[in-house]
């Protein structure tokens, strides 16, 4: 058989499916990477000792570090590779195939689609309101076994509020789990939904180490949730999801002095965004600025492809997102180090200030 007649072998759901197109795989070279959400400020880490034993399914150093942060008992923690894995696990836990649903709002993150189309779950897709919040009567009127709320909301960057997420609580209370994706909530703590878990059995909270935390390269994530949730992730999850290593690092990060460390170079962060914030507002070219509370901001321009490509062109990778639902001609772009920062705007200086000028020739 050839390779296509292979390829002919994969499961109809397989064919159908389009790979999530990650900063990574999508675009390469450059010397300043500002395209996933990533943080530049990364500490280091040591390994010790030898691998031959198989690691544990769910490290107590991890659990008990994570619930600390959390203030959490750790039979309300699942630890797994990425919240990504997260995502998956949720759905192959909690969907029947070919039968139930999950419910998403976009523009948001595209990993909740692409793990329910490769567990042939489908979506309800509730698009998100003009400014960025649900859309309550258009949610309440689908039947998902899974509501996926992403908050701060990845690539918008707002905080949907807190009394929406309530009001999907309530409303589905009987019916299916909430899932609050935390991801960038260092960058917001005070928008946790962490307090609504033990009011509202239907809550789970997905966290991951990749963002504030700088070990995206590690692939950790956290599902915070009441024990039975937890419990039924774990009969889905494979034996040994995380490597020792990975095991090994995540716990180091997780101490008190990491965690602290960890939310000064968020302080760091929030200034660097705040500051760019103010020069995008001022900058002709960049027709709109959207606020932020998390590690990236969202920008409309006239060409955001043209855009993209005359910044990598520099040297500087950030990440078009006009294909979102509901977002047209706009650009997204990581919070990176002070140097970063300062070659990002001198390069968007250099662009928006060529492209104006041709707009102003072809006007003439
Ligand atoms: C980056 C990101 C994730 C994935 O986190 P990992 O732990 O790296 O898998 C999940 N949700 C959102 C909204 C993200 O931006």
Redesign the pocket.
Known sequence: MNTTKIHALARDTVKAIQPYASARSSMSGGAIWLNA?ENALAPEYQLTGSFNRYPSCQPKAVIDGYAAYAKLQPDQVLVS?????A?ELLIRSFCQPKQESISLCPP??G?YAISAQSNDVACNIVPLTANFELNLPALFATSPKLVFI?SPN?PTGNIIPRQQIIAVLEQFKHSALVVV?E??IEFAPEASTLNLLNDYPNLVI?R????AFAL?GL???FTLAAPDIILALKQMIAPYPLAEPVAQIAAQALRPEAIAKMQNSVNTLNQLRDNFITYAKARTGINQVWPSSANYVLLQVADAAACVAALAEQGILIRNQSSQLGLSQVVRVSIGSANEMQALTTAMDKYFNLANSTANKERI
């Open positions: 959400n590779r990425g919240a990504d894995e995502i948001t993150y990993m992403c990845n994706d991801a960038y997905l991951t180490l990749s963002k995206a692939r950790c994530g």
